[in-house]
């Protein structure tokens, strides 16, 4: 039995997607799914993204992206997802598969005379390396792999991260403002359904 077969996450967790009123009005009215996000710094690679359980944080997100003149009116999309076979960031496993796979990774883009990307800042004031071009480089070509091997479209469905952003909380505080778990869904079949939130955050 191969390992990403033993780690189905019996599990499912209600996510948050922050975008415009029209894109959900059209994933609820349409029945559609969300599409995937195929930026190069996207943090854990292509998917479709959500916050766990922090639909103020999905907002925030949404209206960040409207000052950035990507979003018209912000809104909160919820979704009910099965996490399935989850590459689970929080699990040692998986963290030290990553550093394992960045030594083939690395030597592979050597071999070929290609550099090895970078996470990089988004702007001068940023401390977190938003732009996250490394990771994302490396998850996708792991999954790629993985897939291969297993044989079948997706051996790791969703993927899962915790991540501190931000600033400190208070003075002297390793707890950052904007921390949060996001969930990085491969397989749109993971996502049971939307939602409409209706609770005021």
Same mark, same amino acid.
């Given at each position: 039995?191969?390992?990403?077969?033993?780690?189905?996450?019996?599990?499912?967790?209600?996510?948050?997607?922050?975008?415009?009123?029209?894109?959900?009005?059209?994933?609820?009215?349409?029945?559609?799914?969300?599409?995937?996000?195929?930026?190069?710094?996207?943090?854990?690679?292509?998917?479709?993204?959500?916050?766990?359980?922090?639909?103020?944080?999905?907002?925030?997100?949404?209206?960040?992206?409207?000052?950035?003149?990507?979003?018209?009116?912000?809104?909160?999309?919820?979704?009910?997802?099965?996490?399935?076979?989850?590459?689970?960031?929080?699990?040692?496993?998986?963290? !030290? @598969?990553? *550093? #394992?796979? =960045?030594?083939?990774?690395?030597?592979?883009?050597?071999?070929?005379?290609?550099?090895?990307?970078? %996470?990089?800042?988004?702007?001068?004031?940023?401390?977190?390396?938003?732009?996250?071009?490394?990771?994302?480089?490396?998850?996708?070509?792991?999954?790629?792999?993985?897939? !291969? @091997?297993? *044989? #079948?479209? =997706?051996?790791?469905?969703?993927?899962?991260?915790?991540?501190?952003?931000?600033?400190?909380?208070? %003075?002297?505080?390793?707890?950052?403002?904007?921390?949060?778990?996001?969930?990085?869904?491969?397989?749109?079949?993971?996502?049971?359904?939307?939602?409409?939130?209706?609770?005021?955050?």
């Amino acid at each position: 039995m191969t390992s990403f077969q033993r780690l189905d996450y019996q599990r499912t967790i209600i996510g948050y997607h922050g975008c415009d009123k029209a894109v959900a009005a059209e994933v609820l009215q349409n029945h559609q799914h969300l599409r995937p996000s195929e930026n190069t710094y996207d943090w854990l690679g292509k998917g479709v993204y959500f916050w766990e359980h922090a639909p103020r944080r999905a907002l925030e997100f949404a209206h960040e992206q409207k000052r950035r003149g990507k979003v018209e009116e912000p809104a909160v999309l919820g979704a009910y997802i099965h996490l399935g076979r989850c590459f689970d960031l929080t699990d040692v496993e998986h963290t !030290r @598969q990553l *550093g #394992v796979a =960045y030594g083939d990774f690395k030597d592979i883009l050597t071999d070929e005379g290609q550099p090895v990307p970078m %996470n990089r800042a988004a702007s001068s004031d940023d401390h977190d390396l938003l732009l996250r071009e490394l990771d994302c480089a490396l998850i996708n070509w792991y999954m790629r792999r993985l897939d !291969r @091997q297993a *044989g #079948v479209p =997706y051996a790791y469905q969703t993927l899962r991260g915790v991540f501190q952003e931000g600033a400190a909380a208070f %003075n002297g505080s390793t707890i950052r403002e904007k921390s949060h778990i996001q969930i990085c869904v491969r397989d749109t079949q993971c996502v049971i359904g939307y939602f409409l939130p209706t609770t005021h955050f």
